[in-house]
């Protein structure tokens, strides 16, 4: 009898460190999707590879959601789309576009955070995470490099800005963040956030008639 059952697909040639971010990359959506329930089966099918692969660059599934939780925190896709925004655009869309591209970072690193917290990982083991002032570094070059990139969106209107373009960006990623606080109603759009920020609360007539 003729097997005909599709042959799984080999691991590609890949370094130790190539194939261990590519399991991370399969497992991330799917933990946001399969919170604890997540098997090692489901990410190796994912990743179209052998669930002894998986074992073989992870000790066991809590490893996995570990290397999970520490991608989850990394910024680095938020800050590809921030350099991809392009700055002939007007600055409300450039900042429109960053603030989408910054909350969806937000909410992936939520629903990861959540799953991996209901999966009995609240946060990378005491084995796997490095001393309480790397981490705080880390969080701060994160954030630097977060600033720095939405500081790059005001560059073409530098000579029109009341306030330096790094000073702006803390300012606008501090109204940017509390838009995930729990809101009554529809949360707030980027746009609307974007509006707001650099117009205020008031109509163009209350302002008309301040000045």
Same mark, same amino acid.
């Given at each position: 009898?003729?097997?005909?059952?599709?042959?799984?697909?080999?691991?590609?040639? =890949?370094?130790?460190?190539?194939?261990?971010?590519?399991?991370?990359?399969?497992?991330?959506?799917?933990?946001a999707t399969h919170g604890a329930a997540l098997?090692?089966?489901?990410?190796?099918?994912?990743?179209?590879?052998?669930?002894?692969?998986?074992?073989?660059?992870?000790?066991?599934?809590?490893?996995?959601?570990? @290397?999970?939780?520490?991608?989850?925190?990394?910024?680095?896709?938020?800050?590809?789309?921030?350099?991809?925004?392009?700055?002939?655009?007007?600055?409300?869309?450039?900042?429109?576009?960053?603030?989408?591209?910054?909350?969806?970072? =937000?909410?992936?690193?939520?629903?990861?955070?959540?799953?991996?917290?209901?999966?009995?990982?609240?946060?990378?083991?005491?084995?796997?995470?490095?001393?309480?002032?790397?981490?705080?570094?880390?969080?701060?070059?994160?954030?630097? @490099?977060?600033?720095?990139?939405?500081?790059?969106?005001?560059?073409?209107?530098?000579?029109?800005?009341?306030?330096?373009?790094?000073?702006?960006?803390? =300012?606008?990623?501090?109204?940017?963040?509390?838009?995930?606080?729990?809101?009554?109603?529809?949360?707030?759009?980027?746009?609307?956030?974007?509006?707001?920020?650099?117009?205020?609360?008031?109509?163009p007539t209350a302002r008309k008639e301040k000045?």
């Amino acid at each position: 009898m003729t097997d005909t059952a599709a042959p799984r697909r080999r691991a590609p040639g =890949l370094s130790p460190e190539q194939r261990r971010a590519m399991i991370v990359r399969a497992a991330l959506p799917l933990l946001a999707t399969h919170g604890a329930a997540l098997t090692t089966a489901q990410v190796a099918r994912a990743a179209g590879i052998g669930e002894a692969t998986v074992f073989r660059v992870f000790a066991d599934k809590d490893a996995l959601l570990d @290397a999970c939780v520490a991608e989850a925190l990394r910024p680095d896709t938020a800050l590809a789309e921030l350099a991809a925004i392009p700055l002939d655009q007007p600055l409300a869309d450039r900042l429109a576009a960053a603030a989408a591209a910054l909350l969806a970072h =937000l909410e992936r690193l939520g629903a990861v955070l959540t799953a991996a917290h209901a999966a009995g990982r609240p946060g990378r083991s005491r084995r796997a995470a490095p001393p309480a002032g790397e981490r705080g570094a880390g969080r701060d070059e994160s954030s630097a @490099a977060v600033r720095a990139a939405v500081a790059g969106l005001f560059a073409p209107e530098q000579d029109r800005l009341r306030l330096p373009a790094d000073r702006l960006a803390a =300012l606008f990623l501090a109204v940017l963040v509390p838009a995930r606080s729990p809101l009554p109603g529809e949360p707030p759009s980027p746009a609307e956030l974007v509006d707001l920020f650099l117009h205020g609360a008031l109509g163009p007539t209350a302002r008309k008639e301040k000045a």
